[in-house]
């Protein structure tokens, strides 16, 4: 029993040494934590952006009104490829101030009945691709067309078909091809009423174009055609991002109502004063890792961009999403 009892200098070394080691790691585990929550913040980001409704000529107050805004992305200012001087400088002056370059939109019909029209709109997307290219922009970006011929937009029964389908291949193959851009995408945005209008869609259009500089443009409201769509846009957010999150490239923001009357009509709004699940969205957009846009769009007054950004924001810091 003699052998078997710790003098009480002994037993004091050895807690001292338990605890010490106790401390240690803990300490190296609560670093691991820092790490890996900074990791987890890096990780969840948006970028998100908007227009600027003053005119600025220089480069470098375009890029700080941004900035002043809360924007961290942009559309891209419309310059013609011939200014070349202008892009280089646009595109240092956005670089240096973190903000991106999103998209070059050329909205335009790809599918217009009239052959002359539908030339122009082919070499009007071409050069549109060109400039996103020479800029650094992430995307250019079109609809896929309409075969209706008095809105260029517009809904017709013909905008579903085969035929509509491979028209809207041929053209990005065309587009794509022209170019041969070394670092933005062409991509058509998702609609309601034409091509691609589903997520499978999509996909089945993505496959057939069969290019690497092909991506996806997001516009989920653009895909609530639908009560069911509606309101099960929680699971249409996550079938978007679990069928299509890593070719997608850039996306619009905003959100929708349902207006009652005697048929089905959907109004656009304010984000956050409609039924879109802002959360799912901000949440599965944050986790991408090619980081896409998210540009507001579709308002009428600067007021009401900086409602919808602040509510982007605020619920973004909510959801521990950097902005």
């Not at 929550?37 to 009104?65: C, M, T, W």
């Not at 559309?75 to 956005?94: D, G, H, R």
């Not at 290019?211 to 978007?240: A, M, S, W």
């Not at 619009?252 to 969205?281: C, R």
Request: hydrophobic fraction near 35%; charge should be positive; aromatic fraction near 8%.
């Amino acid at each position: 029993m003699e052998k078997n009892k710790i003098s009480r200098r002994h037993f004091t070394i050895a807690t001292a040494k338990l605890l010490t080691g106790t401390f240690i790691l803990s300490k190296i585990q609560s670093q691991a934590i820092d790490t890996q929550n900074k990791n987890i913040s890096n990780d969840r980001r948006i970028h998100l952006g908007g227009p600027v409704f003053n005119q600025y000529e220089d480069p470098e107050q375009l890029a700080l009104a941004h900035k002043r805004l809360g924007y961290s992305a942009a559309y891209c200012p419309n310059i013609p490829l011939t200014q070349t001087e202008k892009i280089k400088a646009t595109e240092s002056a956005f670089s240096k101030h973190g903000i991106i370059i999103s998209e070059v939109g050329v909205w335009c019909n790809l599918m217009d009945q009239d052959p002359n029209k539908r030339k122009q709109n082919l070499s009007s997307v071409i050069d549109g691709l060109a400039l996103a290219d020479a800029i650094g922009a992430r995307c250019c970006v079109n609809i896929a067309g309409s075969f209706n011929p008095q809105v260029w937009f517009g809904p017709h029964p013909k905008n579903t078909s085969k035929e509509f389908f491979d028209a809207a291949v041929e053209n990005a193959r065309k587009i794509i091809d022209s170019v041969k851009p070394s670092r933005s995408v062409f991509a058509y945005e998702t609609m309601g009423w034409s091509i691609p209008d589903s997520v499978e869609s999509y996909l089945k259009l993505y496959k057939a174009i069969d290019r690497k500089k092909f991506g996806v443009h997001l516009d989920p409201c653009n895909l609530i055609n639908c009560p069911e769509r509606f309101y099960n846009n929680t699971q249409l957010l996550n079938l978007c991002f679990d069928k299509l999150g890593p070719l997608i490239v850039s996306c619009h923001a905003k959100d929708l109502q349902w207006v009652i009357e005697m048929n089905v009509h959907f109004q656009e709004v304010v984000p956050g004063k409609g039924q879109l699940d802002y959360s799912t969205f901000l949440t599965r957009l944050a986790k991408l890792p090619q980081k896409p846009p998210l540009m507001l769009e579709h308002l009428s007054s600067p007021e009401q961009y900086n409602e919808a950004k602040n509510f982007i924001i605020d619920l973004c810091t909510k959801l521990q999403i950097q902005t």
